[in-house]
């Protein structure tokens, strides 16, 4: 058995309950074998397949808060410090009901690799609690943020562990964390990234991720000589990587015709009114009924199992930005049948192992959220540096760091597909070019 299937069956057997983890590793170490072929006596002899898929540890606590009714509730919370080879470990904190110990480990073996790309000094790791944000009071949502940072503060710092927003974790809650910090460690640090911008927040951190994964679908298109204007898009998702992929769509020039939420989606043909979006999402927290009830050319649907919800429609480009594993197989046919071009993620993971690789079989170009997300990560770091410097910079200068990054990690994972004789494999390029960088690193800081 070769290095990679020996240690797929190790992390099988010991993680056998988690299967999002899994997938990760699985997806990862099978587009790495050609790398770890190459140089399989070295990565063996340091065991950095083994080494790199066990965090170096991983924190579970219990979070006490009081509700509006005075009855206490405990959730649990999640740290999982991944890897810092290159860095400090960076991820964000998702809070969700689906949480569980091998979402938060997925995410966080994913960030890893991310991290890397970015080309800036930023390790993996990510956290989280299976505590729902929605219909809780102001109050209550302080309440569970001050108890989850009483116990996290213990594990975290500016050069330790600097966590950041994810799915349930936005600027209020990224606030009432970062003023329980100080008040627990009486030190002002750039310990949390995605803060408000009168307390130390960078400029463009809102609409990194979603403007970045339009940077890099820009660079892989015009790599193919394809222009982006009049393009029209598929876009899952109305949250905050959706609403901005969908403002920079717009301003590249193409026309997006597609949102969703958890209960249904939107087929907006006259092209998806952001102002409107956020609007109903970002101001009055609504469903996407609202956004259809305010704007006439706008179809709602209701989610139903097993429809094909916005990948349904006639795209040229497709970009999930919802949640894991929401494009399947039946989805990727869908898609090909009607002759999209490029599916770019920008959600962690939302197309199915199976889905990516039929997109790839049938010659769609396929960026995997490992590259086409990370500008979100990469922001935090800049908003680090920022912190660091005790200095702000302008939305420009951000937004054109942003930019460069996005453009250079297209660059660096169609390198690294080439370098293996893999070209246009961009899953494997992103992989590689994560991976060589982090496993060098290990190799140069000896057995820890
Ligand atoms: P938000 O919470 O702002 O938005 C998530 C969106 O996805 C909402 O519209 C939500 O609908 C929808 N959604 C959630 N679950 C489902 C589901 N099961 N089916 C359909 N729609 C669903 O999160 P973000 O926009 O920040 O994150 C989206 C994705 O991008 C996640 O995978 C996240 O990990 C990833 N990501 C985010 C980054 C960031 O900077 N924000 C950076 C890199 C990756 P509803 O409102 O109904 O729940």
Redesign the pocket.
Known sequence: MGYVDEVLAKVKEKNASEPEFLQAVEEVLDSLRPVIDANEELYRKNAILERITEPDRQIMFRVPWVDDKGQVQVNRGYRVQFNNAIGPYKG?L?LHPSVNLGIIKF?GFEQIFKNSLTTLPIGGGKGGSDFDP?GKSDREIMAFCQSFMTELSKYIGADVDVPA????T?AREIGFMFGQYKRIRGSFEGVLTGKGLTYGGSLARTQ??GYGLLYLTNALLKDHDIDIAGKTCAV???????IYAIEKAHHLGAKVVTC????GWIYDPEGIDVELLKEV?EVKRA?LTEYAAARPSAEYHA?QNGEHGVWQYKVDLALP????N?LDLEDAKMLVANGVTSVTE???M?TTLEATKYLQANGVLFVG?KAA?AG??ATSALEMSQNSERLSWTFEEVDGKLKGIMETIYANISDAAKRYGVEGDYVAGANIAGFEKVANAMIAQGVC
């Open positions: 964000g998702r995410l929605k927003g994810d799915i349930g936005g990194a991720t899952s998702g109305s949250g905050n990587v959706a969703s939420d958890s209960t999402k469903r989610k930005c919802a949640t894991q929401e920008g959600a962690n939302p959220g997300n979100g990560v």
